[in-house]
């Protein structure tokens, strides 16, 4: 149980384009959502959390018209990189609060490594 | 905010020996603390977590310890296998209006030789 998917699992685009980066909780309703950016080599850098039906409150340094959140349901939360530039490359993962769970456990998804040209 | 530093970068260690990571935080507050593993390109996966209100925490070969007095907790790997080889990252969590917050240290990377 507990499982977290993405997609896609890799994505290349031109620079200037946008991107959705989806996130689902397949086999639990999710409380909150957060959206992290690892860097090769890096640790992962909390960018933003979600909750259903409600605005994302993003960490400081992170645009909020750059990187568009939404929390459409319990299971879905997509990540949409607008206006992508190179420097966007990155390693996007998300992860997900078990509503059912009294627990402050985050469960990962496998990650989405996007590359833009 | 919180801020949690972690020791050392890189660890090597032949097969068998024991690895020890060290993690310091800033936030009295925090009162939840994980450890994940990460193979290259793969997801953090959870190996152990310890709350506050716990000393120390062990699940087969590996153990968690925790002062909250000094802030300061740290991953205990013993018999250690070359598949122990991954980044590990050790994270340090805040309630924050009804959810909590996970900041993580910058990862060490554990190599065991056969």
């Known amino acids: 149980g507990a499982v977290v998917s993405q997609h896609p699992s890799w994505v290349i685009c031109k620079s200037g384009t946008s991107v959705k980066i989806e996130c689902r909780s397949l086999?639990?309703?999710?409380?909150?959502m957060f959206w992290y950016r690892q860097f090769p080599k890096q640790s992962l850098m909390l960018m933003a959390t979600?909750?259903?039906?409600?605005?994302?409150?993003?960490e400081q340094g992170v645009e909020k018209d750059k990187f568009l959140i939404n929390h459409a349901s319990l299971t879905l939360s997509t990540l949409t990189v607008t206006s992508a530039h190179p420097e966007d490359s990155s390693f996007y993962i998300c992860?997900?609060?078990?509503?059912?769970?009294?627990?402050?456990?985050?469960?990962f998804g496998p990650g989405t490594r996007l590359t833009v040209l | 905010g919180e801020n949690v530093e972690q020791h050392p970068s890189t660890l090597s260690v032949q097969e068998g020996d024991s690895a020890v990571i060290k993690c310091t935080y800033s936030?009295?507050?925090?009162?939840?603390f994980p450890w994940y593993k990460q193979e290259l390109g793969k997801r953090p996966q959870l190996i152990i977590d310890i709350r506050s209100n716990v000393g120390e925490k062990k699940d087969q070969r590996i153990a968690v310890t925790l002062n909250k007095t000094a802030k300061h907790f740290s991953l205990h790997i013993t018999e250690t296998q070359p598949e122990d080889s991954a980044v590990y990252f050790c994270a340090a969590s805040i309630m924050n209006s009804g959810y909590s917050t996970l900041t993580f240290g910058k990862g060490t990377m554990l190599l065991v030789s056969p």
């Open positions: 086999d639990f309703q999710a409380t909150t």
């Open positions: 936030d009295s507050a925090s009162n939840y």
């Open positions: 992860s997900a609060n078990n509503r059912a769970e009294i627990t402050d456990t985050q469960y």
């Open positions: 979600s909750n259903e039906g409600s605005k994302a409150t993003y």
